[in-house]
């Protein structure tokens, strides 16, 4: 099983070209998979059985682990025995009969406007370090981005004059709109405060007081230091900023493809957990966001 399990990665990587998560996940998942059938006496794919598969569904379950978790190694294992079909390795899918365990949908975390609002405020516009805050919280959520799309942002993606910056994650890159207050921020920031962190010469936009990139853990801290500042009585994380800003343009009245495409959703249905906070992109986002 270790030599169809090499070639499904190396399938992943060179014609799928997955994302190195993603490649991290399945073949994490698949490992665990084979160890346990390892187990049970089964070391080839040909003997894999829908009955021996069910039981290690089951086995996880009575582990105690999270629904979302198992439904996740379920469609690592159905992504790898279709795999195997196709190659004609395997005359018949063992994994197709696995269902997922139902998950449930939560809603997610956001904050409400006046308490943005509140955190926002919060960064002291005299000193560097505040330009830096301001614009890093102002930026996240006019545009609704990963964390990790802010901190590897460079300052040629961000066109203050057009409202537009430029967001790569592991897979895309993306154009994304951004709003006046925003666009104040950044300018400030790059005007009056940027400078004080730069060390050497660096295209990265938002550096640490080392002259460093910011990193997630540095700008967490930041933004858990802003949220009691503010006084807010939640349990503030940076992808509340994301939820927080899509509700928003929803409750705004934005349609949810605006959404999918301002946060970067692969799968259209993704921006539909906003749905419920509903009554050009750039001429929708405008008239939506809060900041806008």
């Known amino acids: 099983m270790e030599e169809e399990l090499r070639y499904f990665i190396a399938y992943l990587e060179t014609v799928k070209r997955a994302s190195r998560n993603t490649v991290t996940s399945y073949h994490s998942d698949l490992v665990k998979m084979a160890a346990y059938l390892h187990g049970q006496g089964i070391d080839s794919v040909e003997r894999v059985s829908p009955t021996a598969l069910n039981a290690y569904v089951l086995k996880l379950?009575?582990?105690?682990?999270?629904?979302?978790?198992?439904?996740?190694?379920?469609?690592?294992?159905?992504?790898?025995?279709?795999?195997?079909?196709?190659?004609?390795?395997?005359q018949s899918d063992p994994a197709f009969p696995l269902k997922a365990p139902r998950v449930e949908k939560k809603e997610p975390g956001i904050l409400t406007v006046?308490?943005?609002?509140?955190?926002?405020?919060?960064?002291?516009?005299?000193?560097?370090?505040?330009?830096?805050?301001?614009?890093?919280l102002e930026l996240l959520y006019a545009t609704g981005m990963r964390v990790s799309e802010l901190i590897r942002l460079q300052v040629e993606d961000v066109n203050l004059r057009f409202g537009w910056?430029?967001?790569?994650?592991?897979?895309?890159?993306?154009?994304?709109?951004?709003?006046?207050?925003?666009?104040?921020?950044?300018?400030?920031?790059?005007?009056?405060g940027r400078n004080a962190f730069v060390r050497?010469?660096?295209?990265?936009?938002?550096?640490?007081?080392?002259?460093?990139?910011?990193?997630r853990q540095g700008f967490w801290k930041i933004l858990?230091?802003?949220?009691?500042?503010?006084?807010?009585?939640?349990?503030?994380?940076?992808?509340?900023f994301r939820h927080s800003c899509a509700a928003h343009m929803a409750a705004g009245g934005a349609g949810m493809h605006t959404i999918q495409e301002l946060l970067g959703y692969a799968d259209p249905t993704a921006a539909h957990i906003y749905a419920g906070f509903q009554p050009n992109m750039k001429v929708e986002y405008s008239k939506v966001h809060p900041r806008g």
């Open 61 to 90: 379950e009575g582990s105690g682990m999270a629904a979302s978790t198992i439904s996740r190694y379920i469609a690592s294992m159905k992504a790898f025995f279709e795999y195997l079909l196709r190659e004609h390795r395997i």
């Open 114 to 136: 006046q308490e943005m609002e509140y955190l926002l405020e919060q960064p002291s516009v005299h000193s560097p370090k505040g330009f830096r805050d301001k614009a890093m």
């Open 165 to 192: 910056v430029l967001c790569r994650d592991e897979e895309r890159e993306r154009m994304v709109p951004f709003g006046a207050a925003a666009g104040k921020a950044l300018m400030q920031y790059l005007e009056r």
């Open 200 to 215: 050497e010469e660096t295209g990265i936009l938002f550096l640490n007081c080392s002259g460093a990139p910011m990193s």
């Open 224 to 240: 858990k230091g802003y949220a009691e500042k503010a006084g807010i009585d939640k349990d503030i994380t940076p992808r509340m």
